[in-house]
Nanobody, 115 residues
Framework: QVQLVESGGGLVQPGGSLRLSCVAS????????MRWYRQASGKQREFVAV???????DYADSVKGRFTISRDNAKNTVFLQMNSLKPEDTAVYYC?????????WGQGTQVTVSS
């Protein structure tokens, strides 16, 4: 069983930056594909970024060039660096770990981009 805890959300002005963290307990994250998703109010949850166990990454088109996903296996943590934030990035951001049939979610952290 893996427990995921996100942190780092908050209120930021347009153009600002935030770094989200997802800390895992119960298992090493190094063997999992790690993803960030987000869900805006009244909308479906959507994919944001992925980092595979080998380190390959991919991003949703809406965040390419602005967001960077990374992992620190020694700290069992995955990060999402978010730059040049826009109001449309406002959402609850969720961390997700997948390996085979095992699929775990964190509780989410709120990101609000507003002036």
């Amino acid at each position: 069983q893996v427990q995921l805890v996100e942190s780092g959300g908050g209120l930021v002005q347009p153009g600002g930056s935030l770094r989200l963290s997802c800390v895992a307990s119960g298992s090493s994250l190094s063997i999992y594909a790690m993803r960030w998703y987000r869900q805006a109010s009244g909308k479906q949850r959507e994919f944001v970024a992925v980092i595979l166990s080998g380190g390959a990454t991919d991003y949703a088109d809406s965040v390419k060039g602005r967001f960077t996903i990374s992992r620190d296996n020694a700290k069992n943590t995955v990060f999402l660096q978010m730059n040049s934030l826009k109001p449309e990035d406002t959402a609850v951001y969720y961390c997700n770990a997948v390996r085979g049939v095992n699929n775990y979610w964190g509780q989410g952290t709120q990101v609000t981009v507003s002036s």
